[in-house]
Antibody, heavy 121, light 112 residues
Framework: QVQLVQSGAEVKKPGASVKVSCKGS????????FHWVRQAPGQGLEWMGW????????NFAQKFQSRVTMTRDTSINTAYMELSWLTSDDTALYYC??????????????WGQGTLVAVSS | QSVLTQPPSVSGAPGQRVTVSCTGS?????????VHWYQQLPGTAPKLLIC???NRPSGVPDRFSASKSGTSASLAIAGLQAEDEADYYC????????????FGGGTKLTVL
């Protein structure tokens, strides 16, 4: 069965970077897009960007363009999201999600369990 | 402020029908982009409920349905059940934001 398993919770200081991983299994990894979505405590969903797991092409929300990097390692079926220059506003649950077949405007049919990133001095 | 506007909350009694609206603009829903709906139960990851131009995810009851007209979309839940109490989000795509995925702000459904 399709599964997305994310790395564990992180606590970071302001100004630091965090790298979250998302390992896919049960399907052909390179056939899909990975999206990253975050959810601050008590807030809604915020899309951060996507990576094409085959080509490595990326596209980011304007808000994150200057400080987010998305990569993937096809040898281990894992996608990564790195966010730099963290502030307390970045404290959130970070989710990876698989885009349904058909391009970047499709729904997200599978989600990881979420990774809590807490930013505190 | 989300690009897609949803009511913060809706409520209904068991057995009733409720709808959740999602209002966009000419650069997203009005431009013909697909609208997808998610259900998020407390403490869990969002789950795809309804998607445009794709097969209904397995296990989603047909009590859930969606529609779209002009710059708006709606999620309808018929025969409301206690386990439907959750947050619901709409999602689409916006061509004016360098091709960005966009979410609504979310709607909390309370089953009375």
């Amino acid at each position: 069965q399709v599964q997305l398993v994310q790395s564990g919770a992180e606590v970071k200081k302001p100004g630091a970077s965090v790298k979250v991983s998302c390992k896919g299994s049960g399907y052909r990894f390179t056939g899909y897009y990975f999206h990253w979505v975050r959810q601050a405590p008590g807030q809604g969903l915020e899309w951060m960007g996507w990576i094409n797991a085959n080509s490595g092409d990326t596209n980011f929300a304007q808000k994150f363009q200057s400080r987010v990097t998305m990569t993937r390692d096809t040898s281990i079926n894992t996608a990564y999201m790195e966010l730099s220059w963290l502030t307390s506003d970045d404290t959130a649950l970070y989710y990876c999600a698989r885009g349904s077949p058909g391009g970047v405007a499709t729904g997200f049919d599978y989600w990881g369990q979420g990774t809590l990133v807490a930013v505190s001095s | 402020q989300s690009v897609l506007t949803q009511p913060p909350s809706v409520s209904g009694a068991p057995g009733q029908r409720v709808t959740v609206s999602c209002t966009g603009s000419g650069s997203n829903i009005g431009a013909g982009y697909d609208v997808h709906w998610y259900q998020q139960l407390p403490g869990t990851a969002p789950k795809l409920l309804i998607c445009d131009n794709c097969n209904r995810p397995s296990g989603v009851p047909d009590r859930f349905s969606a529609s779209k007209s002009g710059t708006s979309a709606s999620l309808a839940i018929a025969g409301l059940q206690a386990e439907d109490e959750a947050d619901y989000y709409c999602q689409s795509y916006d061509i004016s934001l360098s091709g960005s995925v966009i979410f609504g702000g979310g709607t909390k459904l309370t089953v009375l």
